[in-house]
């Protein structure tokens, strides 16, 4: 179901996933776009993955899609054109790396652990190999 123009306002540093098929060419607006409030029951079902360089919808606003895709299909830079990042979540952006790195360092230096964490594009990654490759995700 598409949101309101105030609607996405309020949501706007939230993820942007299209509500509906949606066609090469159109610029995005808010009819275009899911309430993010479905998202958790959607991914736990597994009816849709969110992946990490999945855009904010403040940044998709205005922007062009460049290939038709499906409905609940996450908006990433590689599917528009005009995408904007607001330069203060680039600067968040900046230390989130530098944690990630800290992070794996403290892993590799504990080599009886078999896991990798990490924290990328407002999720909490975890991964565990001994256990058959156990992947856990959280969104932060």
Same mark, same amino acid.
């Given at each position: ?15 942007? =996933? ?15 776009? !899911? ?54 979540? =680039?600067?968040?952006? !900046? ?7 800290? =992070?794996?360092?403290? =892993? !590799? ?32």
């Amino acid at each position: 179901m598409s949101m309101s123009a105030e609607h996405a306002a309020e949501l706007k540093n939230e993820l942007a =996933v299209v509500c509906c098929r949606t066609e090469e060419g159109t610029i995005i607006s808010a009819d275009n776009l !899911e309430d993010p409030a479905i998202f958790p029951d959607m991914v736990d079902a597994g009816l849709m993955a969110i992946p990490a360089d999945c855009l904010k919808i403040g940044e998709v606003l205005g922007a062009k899609l460049l290939k038709t895709i499906d409905s609940l299909t996450p908006l990433t830079p590689d599917l528009l054109e005009g995408a904007a990042k607001a330069e203060a979540e =680039v600067k968040e952006e !900046e230390p989130a790396a530098a944690e990630v790195a800290e =992070v794996e360092s403290e =892993v !590799e230096a504990e080599p009886e652990m078999d896991a990798v964490v990490v924290c990328e594009g407002g999720i909490l990654r975890i991964k565990i190999e001994e256990g058959k490759g156990i992947d856990i995700e959280f969104p932060l």
